[in-house]
């Protein structure tokens, strides 16, 4: 058991608390939230008094590439397309061993600023084998690749192959989704037969989608950067007249409870697409800036109705995992990136009934942040304490 009081308590779904308390029962979960004065005590419980700081529910980042976290300031391309392709030699060139201890660094790291719930996409399944070592929150999409529809049974078998290994160490705090990358790295054949598998296992599924204006040419008109690489590699690329957005509905990828990263280049009929089908979407403000995307409409989302929560994407692409930089340089006000940070993004994954605010009978997931001046939003960066299922994970 565990009461923290603290300052302020945030529990999102309610008004702050000034000089509150939250109380973790021994399974874990919330047991009360409220003034100090009418939280229990059980003599039981370890008690934690943070009188100057602020307590909030885990944060939740939708959208990481923890394995990658070694390729820190590694990779100078400019261009997108370029860059992509960087990775890739850089991931090839990577011993197995290096992603697990990079996806440990990683987690810790997202827990030293408050992260309690990481959504994972990535090839090698470390950030799972780092979730069970330490016991995190997250969930897991395995990645599948294959541009040429010559690779989509060996892409296939290694998809199933490797869920069926993630599948053997999730709970109900680590759960596994599958990731057909994004339209550029994926073909058509190997996008349905992902989706069909996703929907015949209730898996859930994350794509990058509509991220640069590159992905938009191949789609729509068969050409630019991604088309004559792709064409040099000897595969056939057709012009398909559409939106990213519309393509991937068309092979139906959008459904509901899947996860769109970064969905830059939308327009209205494509909002219009994503909340029919009740696509939630990941926004990677800072990555979206470096690779020179542009800005996602993310208010004109939000304001469709469409889940959004925030991630931070790798950093390879951004300096470092720190998601309220990420609401920063989107705008929002504290309250509403604080919002953003918990409650929607556990509904962006469709976490909401177990995380996202401190709520009795929720997960004892939650976070204290000092700050100056005291009790306000938003915090420094790095939290004072992180809780996963009543267990201390990060204490400063
Ligand atoms: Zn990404």
Known sequence: MLRIRAGVVFPVTAPPIEDGAVLVGADGRIAAVGPHARVPAPREAERLEFPGAIL??????????????????RNGEKDFVKWIARVRELKEATPPEEFLAAAERGLRDCWGRGVTCIAETGSTGAAMEALVRFGGRGIVFQEVFGPSPAQVATSMAELEQQVLRLRRLATSQRRVGVSPHAPYT?????FRRVARFAQQ???????????SQEESELIRYGAGPFAESLRARGIAVEPHHCSPVQYLREL???RPGTLAIHCVQVDDADMQTLKTNRVAV?????????HAHGWAPISAVRDAGIPVGIGTDSVASVPDLDVWAEARVSWFGAD???RLLTLDGARALGWERDIGS???GKAGDLAVFAHSPPHRLPPPPAALLTVVGGRIVHRA
């Open 186 to 190: 994926v073909s058509e054949s190997l």
């Open 201 to 211: 296992d209730g898996l859930p599924l994350a794509v990058h989608l509509a991220e």
């Open 252 to 254: 139906g990828v959008l």
């Open 56 to 73: 909030t529910p885990g944060l939740v980042n939708v959208h990481t590439h923890l394995e990658l976290t070694h390729l820190a300031g």
């Open 358 to 360: 401190l709520e009795t």
């Open 336 to 338: 509403e990136a604080l």
């Open 282 to 290: 990941a926004h990677c403000p800072r990555s979206n800036r470096a």
